[in-house]
Every structure is written in C-alpha cells, then in structure tokens.
C-alpha cells in the first residue's frame, strides 16, 4: 500500500526566515506529485506539481519554489517568508500518465504559522 | 472567475437527517472527488468518480459531466459527520489539476 508522509507537522517561523518542508511517498514508483496551499479557512489551491525527478513546473506564484530530488520526494522552500505564507500545507500524488486513475491522495498537512 | 460552485457554504442538521451539498461547474470536468476535512486538516477521500454514482454507507454521490455539476448526498447524518466538504474537479487525464470548491461547513447538531 502506498503511504505519504510530510514533515514537519507544523512550524512558526519569523518573517524573512528560510523553510523548508518536505513530502515522501513510498509504495509508489514516478507518482504525480503536487503542493497545495490552504489559508485559514479558505480552499485549496495548487501551487506545484511534478511528473518526474528534476522537472517541476509553477502553477501559482507565492514567492516560493519547489523541487523534486527523487522519485518519490517532493520538497516546498523559500528563502525569505512572509506573513502571507501562513497556512495549511498539503502534499498529494496521484498516478503517473497512464496510470489507472487520476485521484488524488493527500498527506496529512504541514501548518504554517509565520510571525 | 472560479471554475467551481460548491453551496453551500455553510449547513447544520440534526442528528438523523440529511442533505445535499452541489458543486456547479464553469468548464467541462472529467472526474471529481469529494473530500471531508477533519480538524486536524487531513483530507479524507469520500468519492472519486469519473461518471456516474457511488454510494459508501450514508453518503452517495452523483457526477454529471454533461450538465457540470456532482452531489453529495448525506444521510442519517451523525455527530462525526462535522467538518468541511470540499469538491475538487478536474478537467485533463494524467496530470490532474483539480480545482477546489470552496467548500462546504456541515455542523451535526445532537
């Protein structure tokens, strides 16, 4: 079975500060990844997604960046936060083109409290 | 504009009842899922549908491509049924960019 795991669980960081969060998916080989962004009490929106290792592409723009080192790795950074950054973040896969379906399965979230 | 409606925004029922909630859409969708948000913010997948109807216990949802919308249908609703239902639909295969319904606040009252 596959299982996702993003860490950390939740951060407070300054403002100007780096983070880093990061997203692991085992059980599945060249999953579709994504990072979704969820201010308090608002909807998800899509800020990344992958394909395969070392190609990510932007779908929002949030002063942030994303990278895929491995398959089955998906990691959310910025050098410089803003207040703006705050929020839920969730990491999600879905099968890779071909595959059976197109679901999408998050990970359980990383909160974001920037002071 | 926003690709997908969802009302509504916010509904309460009484322990045993049910309702529906409605996600309209601007474009042609090819899938939807339906997710419930629990208070630590995990997204629970409830349905994946492609076309057609599932049904899983009290909930049961409809996607109809071709007139834009999918339902979810609550039923017997009970106290850990509380949280917020999001729609999310998707309109290519493969990659799947899915857009989020803004969601919908269902508190079960005892």
């Known amino acids: 079975a596959q299982t996702i795991h993003q860490w950390p669980v939740a951060e407070i960081k300054a403002v100007g500060s780096p983070l880093s969060l990061g997203c692991t998916i085992k059980g599945k080989s060249s999953p579709n990844l994504y990072w979704y962004w969820q201010a308090t009490g608002g909807t998800l929106q899509q800020l990344f997604y992958s394909i395969t290792v070392g190609q990510v592409e932007s779908v929002v723009q949030l002063n942030l960046s994303a990278s895929r080192p491995k398959d089955d790795q998906f990691i959310l950074s910025t050098e410089k936060l803003l207040l703006s950054h705050s929020g839920f973040y969730l990491c999600?896969?879905?099968?890779?083109?071909?595959?059976?379906?197109?679901?999408?399965?998050f990970g359980e979230g990383s909160k974001l409290t920037v002071l | 504009g926003d690709q997908v409606e969802q009302s509504p925004s916010a509904l309460s029922l009484h322990e045993g009842t049910g309702s529906a909630l409605r996600c309209n859409f601007t474009t042609t969708m090819r899938a939807v899922q339906w997710f419930q948000q629990n208070s630590r913010g995990s997204l629970i997948n409830l349905f994946y549908l492609a076309s057609g109807t599932k049904e899983n216990g009290r909930l049961k949802s409809t996607f109809n491509s071709k007139e834009s919308y999918s339902t979810l249908h609550i039923r017997d609703a009970q106290l850990e049924d509380s949280g917020t239902y999001f729609c999310?639909?998707?309109?290519?295969?493969?990659?799947?960019?899915?857009?989020f319904g803004k969601g919908t606040s269902l508190t079960v009252i005892p």
């Open positions: 999310a639909a998707g309109s290519n295969t493969g990659y799947q960019n899915f857009y």
């Open positions: 999600a896969w879905s099968h890779g083109l071909g595959g059976a379906t197109g679901q999408l399965y």
